[in-house]
């Protein structure tokens, strides 16, 4: 049975939201349908973390966690790399593709996959990725599962874009595709944005969700049938990545952790990237903005920045872990973007400048879950491009210099 208005309009007052009807009599039957809808459905607790932003993300005692470096890679590179490549023939690792955000910095309402980052011919980020993946099916002779997670932002056309291209080679059959969660958008005093007159302004709830997602897709039975045991999750936006990386799938399982997370050495200890640590004494992620004095300056025994290696959205975790973890909560951010909305007038609005809220639940803060993670350092020339903006850093331009060096045609 639908929600009815007065339900909804019960709901609104509880939450000081009723602003949101402000347009419901113009609506269509099928519109106020689907707005009530939307409004029963719409998780509308969360808006209340704007107001005590500090006391979410608390942080417990950081301390250091070494990581595997280049030099201990190098040594074993063999012996890992035939561990993973046992493990990919025996299909158990799958790799998970994190496309659902709407990656509002490089400008584009397209999904961020298919930008062309080619110059005298189309090189698309997808096909990018597809390709580095399949490098590893070639040398496995093995084809990985590989699940695509997107957003009701941008679902149809990716799924649409890599049909048409035939996914890039890819093997259709092993491409399954599962849409993350929505949360709702809202301005700095915590009101709920209008996108249309009759739909609540919401946006991806971040790359936190993806397993929940996964898994109400139905995406585990799948899993568990394949036999799949591990998850090698990544960002879409890094062009040079490695997936399924034998070597590393290697590393981990050799080292018996629960999961896995590759990191580049810092350029600078404040650069702007989250450090691999221990936070009280489990595995952890401390954002740049979270490193205090003593934690820049603090050494190691080789007299090295003791939190010296960064993320870089690329991560393997164990699928019974991720089982374990699953029902466990994820600390909820609370993100300034540009909001497009409805103004006093009824007219749509892009703000040039933030203007409001959004609610993520992030990955990394998955590795604070697991019982073990190992980091693994690769080197950052070679596997980390990512494209986040248009020009300057992270940008198209240093991505498309990045992949030249690594003498692909652009
Ligand atoms: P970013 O943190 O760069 O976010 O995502 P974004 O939303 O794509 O970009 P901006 O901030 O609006 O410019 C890092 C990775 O996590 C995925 C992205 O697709 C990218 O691969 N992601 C992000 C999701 O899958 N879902 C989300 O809700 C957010």
Not at 251 to 273: F, H, L, S, Y
Request: aromatic fraction near 8%; proline fraction near 3%; glycine fraction near 10%.
């Amino acid at each position: 049975m639908g929600v009815q208005l007065s339900q909804a309009r019960e709901k609104l007052e509880k939450y000081g939201q009723t602003h949101v009807l402000k347009y419901y009599e113009e609506l269509s039957g099928i519109e106020q349908e689907a707005l009530l809808a939307q409004i029963g459905n719409a998780d509308m607790e969360m808006i209340d973390s704007c107001r005590h932003q500090e006391e979410l993300l608390k942080r417990g005692v950081i301390t250091p966690l070494a990581a595997m470096q280049l030099e201990e890679i190098e040594t074993y590179r063999e012996s890992f790399t035939a561990t993973g490549l046992e493990a990919i023939r025996g299909g158990k690792v799958g790799a998970v593709l994190l496309a659902g955000g709407m990656g509002t910095r490089l400008g584009s309402d397209d999904p961020k996959g298919v930008y062309n980052v080619g110059i005298t011919k189309k090189l698309y980020i997808f096909e990018c990725l597809i390709g580095n993946l399949l490098d590893v099916v070639r040398e496995a002779d093995a084809w990985l599962h590989l699940f695509v997670m997107t957003s009701d932002k941008n679902h149809e056309a990716t799924v649409s874009f890599l049909k048409e291209h035939g996914f890039f080679g890819y093997r259709e059959e092993y491409v399954h595709f599962f849409q993350q969660k929505m949360a709702l958008a809202v301005d700095y005093e915590g009101k709920i944005f209008l996108e249309e007159k009759g739909k609540m302004a919401s946006s991806p709830n971040g790359n936190g969700g993806w397993f929940i997602s996964l898994k109400e897709a139905g995406l585990l039975d799948l899993i568990h049938r394949e036999g799949i045991q591990w998850l090698n999750a990544f960002a879409v936006d890094n062009v040079l990545q490695r997936i399924g990386d034998p070597c590393f799938v290697g590393a981990v399982i050799q080292k018996n952790c629960m999961a896995g997370a590759k990191v580049v050495r810092k350029v600078t200890p404040d650069e702007k990237v989250g450090a691999i640590c221990l936070e009280d004494g489990k595995p952890s992620i401390v954002e740049y903005y979270d490193m205090t004095e003593e934690l820049l300056e603090a050494k190691d025994e080789k007299g090295e920045s003791a939190y010296n290696f960064g993320v870089i959205l690329n991560y393997l975790f164990y699928v019974e872990e991720l089982e374990r973890i699953v029902s466990q909560s994820l600390p909820l951010h609370v993100v300034e973007k540009k909001i497009p909305y409805i103004n006093e007038v009824g007219q749509l609005v892009k703000p040039e400048a933030p203007n409001g809220y959004k609610f993520e639940n992030l990955i990394l803060d998955m590795i604070h879950q697991v019982g073990s993670c190992l980091p693994f350092e690769v080197v950052r020339e070679k596997e980390f491009a990512p494209i986040k903006n248009k020009t300057g850093i992270d940008s198209v331009e240093s991505a498309q210099a990045l992949l030249r060096r690594n003498g692909v045609e652009l």
